[in-house]
């Protein structure tokens, strides 16, 4: 069973900055790809942020330009730096990874509240 650990969430006022963290307890050569979605109260689980494994990026429309995706293949960690946070960024983030061989694996969560 794969456990990803999440880290790094809290409350910011608009404008901030926050830089999330998700440690994944698999070894890279499963790993295929690491990300970072979130769910607003009353909203659908929206697509924050993906990296695969060779370092393609896929970045969801209400984000671009204001977060970016790393990782460190060494510590199977995935990075989440969001700047230019907005109210409407509040949401629980979850980490998300793909094994290569299949099947998908979330975090539990970690709250982020952006405060007007």
């Known amino acids: 069973q794969v456990q990803l650990v999440e880290s790094g969430g809290g409350l910011v006022q608009a404008g901030g900055s926050l830089r999330l963290s998700c440690v994944a307890s698999?070894?890279?050569?499963?790993?295929?790809?690491m990300g970072w979605y979130r769910q607003a109260p009353g909203k659908q689980r929206e697509l924050v942020a993906t990296?695969?494994?060779?370092?393609?990026?896929n970045i969801g429309d209400s984000v671009k330009g204001r977060f970016t995706i790393s990782r460190d293949n060494t510590k199977s960690t995935v990075y989440l730096q969001m700047n230019s946070l907005k109210p409407e960024d509040t949401a629980i983030y979850y980490c998300c990874l793909d094994r290569t061989l299949g099947g998908r694996y979330w975090g539990q969560g970690t709250q982020v509240t952006v405060s007007s």
């Open positions: 698999d070894s890279i050569a499963s790993i295929y790809l």
């Open positions: 990296i695969t494994r060779g370092g393609h990026t």
